[in-house]
C-alpha cells in the first residue's frame, strides 16, 4: 500500500455556481456547496486546503477549442440569447441552453481544471480535486449534454504541452466521456477508460468497445458500456478487471479522473443501478494504482450527478476523503448538516453514509453474465493492441 503523501488540495469558490442554465435544469452546482458543507461537518478538510479556481486564459481554451466557437460562445454569453444558426455550436438546445456570462462561467470551471494539473506537477505524490469540472461532453467546436468547455481536455492539453507526459484518463460518469475521447482519439500519449451505461438506452450514444483510437493512437482508447441496472458487484469486478491492465500496459505519468456520481439507483437520468459502496470503492482503486504506477499524481475531476441532495454530497465525500489519505468506511451524517440543508432540499436527506442494502435487481444474473461477456471482449480487444 502506497505511504501517505501531502494533504490534498481542493479547489473550490462560491463563483463556481455561476455555472447555472436556469432553476430547473438538472444541471446544478449547488452539489459543490453541499459537498463542501458535509466535508467541513465531517470535519474532513481545512480552510488551508482549499484554493479558488482561475479562469482560463484564451491560450488554455485554444489548445481543445476551435477559435470561432469560443468567439461564438462570447457573443451568445454577452446577449444571454441564441439564434437558430447557434446550434450548429450546440448552444441553445434543451441541454445546453444559452445563459449570460457563460463564457466566464464555463471558463472559469476550465481554468479550475488547469490550475489543478498545474498543483498537481508541483509535488510529488499531490493530489488535487475539482468537483466543479468534470464537463466532458464539449467538443472542440461544440457544446453538448450540459457541457460548454471541456475542462478535463484543457487539463489534459496543459499537462501535454507542458511536460509531454502519459496522462491516464479514467471516467466513471453513466455517460460516455465522449468529449475527451474524440479529442484525444489519435493522440498516443492519452489513454481513455470509460466505464458507462450502454449507448443503446442512454447520451450520448457512444461508447462502443470498437472505439478504440485511430492512428498513432489506436489501442489507447478503452470503452466498457455497461447493462443498464448494473449493481455494485458487476461494476467493481468490471472496473477492476480493465483498470489493472491498463495501468499495467500503458504506464502512465499522471492521472486524471472523472467521477461523475450518475451511476447511482437513486439518479433521475440514468439507468445503472449502483450503491454508495462503488463510490467508496472507485476512488480507492484509482488511488493505489495511481501511487503503484503513476507516482501518486491525480487529479479528480467532478462530472454528472443528478440526485443533488442524498447521491452527489456522499459520492465526492468519499472521493476526497480517499484522495486525502483519510478513507471512510461508514459514518453517521452530522445532524447539523441535515439542519443545514433540510429545509431546502426536496427528498428526506440520508443519515449514514453508505446506502441501506437495497432489494437485488431481477434481472441480477442476466445483467452480470452480459457485463462479463462485455468485458473479455474488451480485455481480449486490449490483449491484442
Known sequence: MHGRGPEALFIYSDELLSYHFHDDHPFNQLRLKLTLTLLQALELIHDTQIIPPQEATEGDLLRVHDPLYIE??????????????????GIGTEDVPPFPGMHKAASLIAGGARLGAEEVMKQA?????FLGGGLHHAFRGKASGFCIYNDAAVAISYLLDTYDLKVLYIDTDAHHGDGVQWIFYDEP???????????????????????????????????VPLEPFTEDDSFQHVFEQVLVPAFERFRPDVVVSQNGADAHRFDPLTHLSLSMRSYRFIPKLVHEL????????????????YDIWRVVPRAWTYLFAEANHNPLTDRD?????RDQWKEKSPVELPTRLLDPPFLPIPRRKEINEKNEVTLNRVLSFFQHT
Not at 461564438?72 to 455550436?89: F, H
Not at 505524490?125 to 480535486?129: G, I, L, S, Y
Open 290 to 305: 495511481t501511487h503503484a504506477y503513476a507516482g501518486g499524481r491525480w487529479l479528480a475531476l467532478g462530472g454528472g450527478g
Open 125 to 129: 505524490e499531490r493530489h488535487v480535486v
Open 189 to 223: 500519449r492519452v489513454m481513455t477508460v470509460s466505464l458507462h451505461e450502454t449507448g443503446k438506452y442512454l447520451f450520448p450514444g457512444t461508447g462502443h468497445i470498437y472505439e478504440r483510437g485511430e492512428g498513432k493512437g489506436y489501442g489507447t482508447k478503452i470503452n
Open 333 to 337: 451524517i452530522p445532524p447539523s448538516w
Open 72 to 89: 461564438n460562445v462570447k457573443r451568445m454569453s454577452e446577449i444571454g440569447t441564441t439564434s437558430a444558426n447557434d446550434l450548429q455550436y
